[in-house]
């Protein structure tokens, strides 16, 4: 086999109190797009992070095209050809296309930035990856996707031997992935080295060459993608037995709806947001809302927390007319929101888990009636132990924690409230596939053992599927279908949205 | 051993240090800096305790700018609301020179407060309300407030010979200390109490630290940060009556002057982030008492009230950068690199 692009070996990187990466060694070869996968604190990241010089590593070598590189900072790592693109675009909004291409970079001409220069190779250089745009416009003009190719386009032009994309279609619709796929492949064929990290199975299935599992910082090994099939991959990924992780996958059985209408739509609308949903929750139902990114799904949870007003229609809890403005106002009737952006919404990163934990039932007694320490502290840990939370103790930072541990803080805050209707809005996203099965698991537990009502709203259809006993779908603000039992499946969904069938 | 090392990374521990430094500096170079003296009629006399009573307005301050600043926001109108409450007791009580009072003082000073807790709601609803930038909503009544004072004062410097009112920046005969101090003390134990049994504190951080959140958790953002500025207000009234009774004057354009600055100074020194968050009242109150300390060096070492900014903007130059990041950084590196010889010696020692 020719020589690998990169040769990392025996990497060791300690973090105060924990071995991140103990031993890893890591291969890429030119052309080839591999995937590292692990669950979350696997040290994907750590690895990453190492390479590009964000971390100082404790231990091993790094070699490119077979020659020692030590870089100490992103930008070194960049000029050695290493170049990153992050899950969050990491890009300044308010500055054009172009600037943000050439930030940091400009041209010169006689001394001063040379506008007419920048402006005309960016344009090339995103006619590249097939995307044709004005490049004078600020870049917050763009959707997502765009601004993820304008962060490509950044990493590639400068000379990059290797692109590390990390978990860059988690805010991307199908489309805008397939176009993405394009683009790398395209940059495959170049002859650059591809690092892929995502939670996405169907998409590492579909893009990667090989397969590089990491559990606990330490390597489990390399695989070519054709040769290990999925549920192998996921029991090695999660360490555990091949049958049970089948287990894992077979789904408890869905929850039965009680008799009782929870809360009831009748063709509400907000103004702007939602044009026309009606909807019947019961108690004890897990309703989905499916639909594409916009449709409308992140809106009517909304609207049924009070953060969106009612402008038409009627929306009824319990027979009553709901009468929802605020937050408050839904809490006080029962209703708990996990909100999508779990880092802008949801936690309070420089607070401890136990007073993340409270927070919303402390908010529904009122400032005045405090939640006695001791009280907090039994509330804390009843549900770290419950939702089985992985920290080091509950007064850790919350921002410390990772991604799915986070989302247990959130859903312990709600289920520490009481609440008659959990709403999870995408519950599960950038989170490793146990928990992930785990929070599908609980909401269908809570449905059935306590009678909640829930609603579930994910992008993976095939989450849903499971997890749900009635299905919302939305298309362009509105309603379009709803499936119950055995039309629940992927391609009733995707018929639904597509519009082919009513 | 083990209550130093959690006393070590604590977060009142470089302010504390900060001040230590400051008090041992003085205890070699100020004499008697320690000396209490009691007067015939039971009065405490000393450099340590006219620290105190100078510094009891800028503690009160920096208690209501605590809470302000750890909803991330800032309110620099304070000086000026000092400014508004002096002249409202003064003119209420009135410059007779008979030292006879207009309005009875409780009423005076009821109405000072009140005043203060008006200013701190109207920046609350600039700020909560209108959405302003705290900095811009605040410095309409920093520019407006003495011209407000100048008004109700009609221009005038109203000296107040009614002679209880001395009473309120000095002291009560047979008390030993002035009252300012005892007015201090008992806000600090007020904002302790608060914070001990409600939990506006928890709330002020979450509205701080992350305000989207904090209203999806149904806390009512608005109302905290209503609170929190109307308490700033209070303070600043009460900060009022002090600095008035210092002079026995309202003064409207010099009283409480640049006191938001140094209340805003108090509470970074007190280890609290600018940018809101986590706070730390008893860090702010200790640096308050830091600055008032620094100033009063400076006048015994008689160095001249005009080059008073020079050294005192040196030496807050110097306690920033032992409270920055950096230095804790390397603090904590020292303690790391001690530790471990400290553990080698005693496992010498074992092997022995």
Redesign the interface.
Known sequence: MAQALLEMRNIDKVFPGVKALSNVDFTLHAGEIHSLMGENGAGKSTLVKVLTGVYPRDGGTVRLNGEEINPRTPKEAQECGISTVYQEVNLCTNLTVAENIFIGREPKKYGLIDWKEINRRSKELLKKLSVDIDVTKSLDHYPVAIQQMVAIARAVDVDAKILILDEPTSSLDEGETARLFKIVRQLQQRGMGIIFISHFLEQIYEICDHITILRNGELVGAYEVAKLPRLELIAKMVGKDLNDVKDMDKMAEKSVPHEEVFIEADHVASFGQIADVALQLHRGEVMGFAGLLGSGRTETAEMMFG?KPVTGGSMKIKGKEAGLR???DA?KAKIA?C?EDRK????????TVR?NII??L??????????PYDKQVELADKFIDRLKIKVSDREQLIKNLSGGNQQKVIIA?WLAANPELLILDEPTRGIDVGTKTEIQKMAVELAKSQGMAVVFISSEMDEMVRTCSKLIVMRDRKKVAELTGNDISSEGVMRAIAGGDN | MEKWKSFTSSSLFLPVVALAVLVIFNAIFVDGFFSIQITEDGRLFGRIIDILNRSSSLIILSLGMTLVIATSGIDISVGAVVAISAAVVCTLIGGRGDGVAETPMFLAILAAVGIGVLCGLWNGLLVAKFKIQAVVATLILMTAGRGIAQLMTEGQIITVYYKPFAYISGVIPGMPLPTNIFIALAMVLLVVIVMKKTSIGLFVQSVGINATAAKHVGINVTMVLFLVYAFSGFCAGVSGLIESSFIRAADANNAGLNMEMDAILAVALGGTLLSGGKFYLGGSVIGAITIQTLTTTMYAMGISADQLPVVKAIAVIIICLIQSNKARELFEKWKGNRNDSASVTTKVKAVE
């Open positions: 953060l605020h937050p408050m809490m929101f909100p802008l919404a949801g936690i309070i990163g420089d607070l007073e927070l919303a402390q908010a529904l007694d009122g400032m005045f009636r405090h939640i805050r």
